[in-house]
């Protein structure tokens, strides 16, 4: 049997359970949600990375969808609800395909079924605008992890991307950890800095995840995990869900990047400007200086990495498809997990391991918080605490 049956085989059985795909943002984006213009169920490689044919090309079984919204919104919370209401809309668009899921337990009766079980993901703690009872209000609505924050600082919480301003987590974002951990949600690392992810393991009851992010000692990049969180991961429970996103798994396109968004502000440009002038300064920028490709084995490195870190009972996989305008070759989109745990295969994990990475490792994190939610439900009324009265300065 070829590497490449052999996963098939495995898939069958332990799909893959994907931590974090934007494809409600891109849907917003593109065509406003007029899913009629982009309807999931045909080929939509034209516009995205993302389609029902592509998904069950690749293996997928459970699919945490992105709820992600701008942290320059001027209401976060109705985008996100917009957000939210995409996802629905997409369930009961294609029943016979996805099925939604707010439970581990709901998680294996879609395998069961041959579904894809739907679950989502808030990107980002400016979503819940400083309050515990929108937190609720979007944990009742479906969304199963809240990722602390995204590109920018939140007021409680500091982003990998953003210049410290509470050194980790404040009193009210550890409050905010102890109530998604009451509530059963998920608490979701990526993007987060560093010291944001020790103090948020150091208040969390329940496992954490990374939705998307790989190792930083293999690629060094703020928005990968340092060794030391790594490590901590067993004690935890949690799982880091690695990322194909080009500029976070290769070295070498780090640093073109930094080099291309410099090129960008020597010619009076924000290195995001996607303005005719801009990207004219960026294509000549490209001609000159090819942009470095990723590949399958770049992102095998980074979980032969994490292993060795982890252990293989922590990890998972994350890819940040409809997120990312670059892809890793053999990894142009959902249909290419195979790819990759051909890969792994060749380079020694066994079958156990990969159903582990697939599968198993994802469903029981999320079973472990719902336990630990029960607890805690049990001994702990839902938290109404405001920023300022735990946040205020001294005096």
Known sequence: MTSREAVRELLRE???????????????????????ARDIAADQSAHLHTDIPRLRAGGV????WSVYVRTDSPDPVAATLEQIDCVRQL????????????????????????????????EGGHSIANSPGTLRGLYGLGVRYMTLTHNDNVDWADSATDEPKAGGLTAFGREVVR????????????HVAATTMRDALDASSAPVIFSHSSARAVCDHPRN???DVLERLPANGGIAMVTFVPKFVLQAAVDWTAAADENMRAHGFHHLDTTAEAMKVHR?????????????STVADHLDHMREAAGVDHLGIGGDYDGTAFTPDGLADVSGYPNLLAELLDRGWSKADLAKLTWKNAVRVLDAAEDVARGLQATRPPSNATIESLDAPAG
């Open 14 to 36: 332990f799909p893959v359970v994907d931590g974090h795909n934007d494809l409600p943002w891109a849907l917003r984006e593109q065509v406003r949600y007029d899913l009629d």
């Open 61 to 64: 079984g459970a699919q945490y």
């Open 91 to 122: 369930l009961a668009r294609h029943p016979e395909d996805l099925r939604p899921a707010l439970t581990a337990a709901d998680m294996e009766a879609a395998r069961g079924e041959g579904r894809i079980a739907s679950l989502m993901g808030a």
């Open 179 to 190: 109530e998604m951990n009451r509530l059963g949600m998920l608490v979701d690392l990526s």
């Open 225 to 227: 995990v340092p060794d």
């Open 284 to 296: 000549a920028f490209e001609e000159r200086h090819p942009r470095p490709v990723a590949t399958v």
